[in-house]
C-alpha cells in the first residue's frame, strides 16, 4: 500500500526514506509524453516505444528545495533519466535542449545537444536515483544507492519536471517519487510530493 492521498493528511518529518509523508505524490504525466509509449500501475510504470524518440515528464514540477526519486528498469533499450522543464519537445531526448538534463544507459550525460562521459552504464535490475539541489542548482545520479558524481552544476528558472526518455528502443521504467520507501534514500532530499 502506499501513502499517496488526494489530500495533504499529516504534518510528519519528511527525512527522505520514502513512504513517510501522506500526501499527493507525483506520477508520470499521460498527458505530458511523447506519442508511442504507455502507463500502467497508476502512471508508475513507462514503457517506451520502439518507433522514433521521445520523453515523458512527471506531473509535478519544482523550482526550488532538494528533491530525490527512483526509477528500477525491468527492461532496457537505450534510454535517458532527468529532468527537463517545458520548454523540451516531448519528440526530444532529455539533454537536447539547454533546460534539460539527462543520464543515458550508456554512460553519458546530455544537456544543450551536447554527450559527454559520466558515471557507469545501467541495465535490466539497475535502481536509478536522481538528487535534484535547486537550492545549489545541482543534478546529481545514483545507480543502486552509490552516487556517480555531480552530472550537472548552474541549474537554475524552472519548474523542472522529472523525465525519462527513449531513443528508439524499448525500455520499461518503475518510478517511486517517495509514494513508497526508497530502496537507496539519499538524506537531505524529499520525496516529490504536494505536502
Do not use: M
Amino acid at each position: 500500500s502506499l501513502v499517496d492521498t488526494p489530500t495533504n493528511g499529516d504534518t510528519a518529518s519528511d527525512t527522505g526514506a520514502g513512504g513517510e509523508i501522506t500526501g499527493c505524490y507525483a506520477t508520470l504525466n499521460p498527458l505530458d509524453k511523447g506519442s508511442g509509449g504507455t502507463l500502467s500501475n497508476g502512471n508508475l510504470d513507462y514503457t517506451s516505444s520502439s518507433s522514433g524518440s521521445g520523453t515523458i515528464r512527471g506531473t509535478i514540477g519544482v523550482s526550488s528545495g532538494k528533491w530525490y526519486w527512483e526509477a528500477t528498469i525491468s527492461s532496457i533499450g537505450t534510454s535517458s533519466i532527468g529532468i527537463a522543464d517545458q520548454s523540451l519537445s516531448l519528440t526530444s531526448e532529455l539533454g537536447n535542449s539547454s533546460q534539460s538534463y539527462g543520464y543515458l544507459s550508456d554512460a553519458r550525460k546530455y544537456n544543450n545537444g551536447g554527450v559527454s562521459s559520466y558515471g557507469a552504464s545501467y541495465t535490466t535490475g539497475d535502481v536509478i536515483g536522481v538528487a535534484l539541489d535547486l537550492d545549489a542548482g545541482t543534478l546529481t545520479f545514483y545507480k543502486n544507492g552509490a552516487s556517480q558524481g555531480q552530472a550537472f552544476s548552474g541549474i537554475s528558472s524552472g519548474p523542472y519536471f522529472p523525465g525519462l526518455s527513449d531513443f528508439g528502443s524499448v525500455t520499461t521504467w518503475n518510478v517511486n517519487f517517495g509514494q513508497r520507501a526508497f530502496s537507496h534514500p539519499v538524506s537531505g532530499y524529499k520525496s516529490l510530493n504536494t505536502a
